[in-house]
């Protein structure tokens, strides 16, 4: 009959008891040597095993803590500049308007006031301007009408034909008096 592994009988560790005479071995001096010297490399990368794990864990710990104090992310961040940069273009524009208008510094209230209203919201800092310093009278019209001619005097120019010259044209080519009359250069009295 078999014995099953429960009923085989355990056995007993050996039991470590001083070497004796003819248990020792005698090894060469250089090859002890090179024993020693990989027992030594191997606690050495040991040690450094144990001191690369030490710090990977750090830095999981400094991983997690950072987490944990809020570092915004960078959808974050790219907002955050977003708006940044959009109050600067709006400062600069602002200040180029109010270097354009210099009566604005004075209302710079009553003109965020008129931009806040409904019907002027969303409107250009630019046109906001004008439109509120027109509104206010404020504005100076630089369009005064129709410029005023420059052409010169409004007076045919004589000839320098004689009576009996405009006569003769007149008899001889008549196209060309007409056309001459038409254009006042010749004048009839």
């Known amino acids: 009959m078999e014995k099953k592994p429960e009923e085989l009988e355990p056995q007993n560790p050996p039991v470590e008891s001083a070497p004796k005479a003819d248990d ?6 250089a090859e002890l040597d090179d024993i020693k ?6 606690s050495q990368n040991f040690e450094r095993l144990k001191k690369a794990e030490q710090d990977n864990a750090e830095l999981e710990q400094a991983l997690e803590a950072l987490k944990d104090n809020d570092v915004p992310s960078e959808d974050e961040r790219v907002k955050k500049l977003e708006t940044e940069l959009k109050d600067v273009q709006g400062e600069l524009a602002k200040s180029k308007v109010l270097d354009k208008y210099p009566v604005l510094k004075d209302l710079q209230g009553e003109l ?6 409904p019907e002027n919201k969303g409107m250009n800092l630019q046109t906001a301007a ?8 404020l504005l100076e019209p630089t369009r005064k009408g129709v410029e005023k001619g420059s052409g010169g005097p409004r007076q045919a120019l004589s000839t320098g034909m004689s009576d009996s010259d405009i006569k003769n044209l007149r008899e001889t080519n008549y196209k060309k ?5 038409i254009k006042g250069q010749i004048k009839t009295s």
């Open 130 to 137: 004008k439109a509120f310093l027109t509104e206010k009278g």
């Open 112 to 117: 965020d006031a008129f931009r806040a209203d």
């Open 24 to 29: 020792v071995v005698t090894i060469p001096k």
């Open 177 to 181: 008096y007409r056309e001459m009359v």
């Open 37 to 42: 010297h990989k027992a030594e490399v191997s």
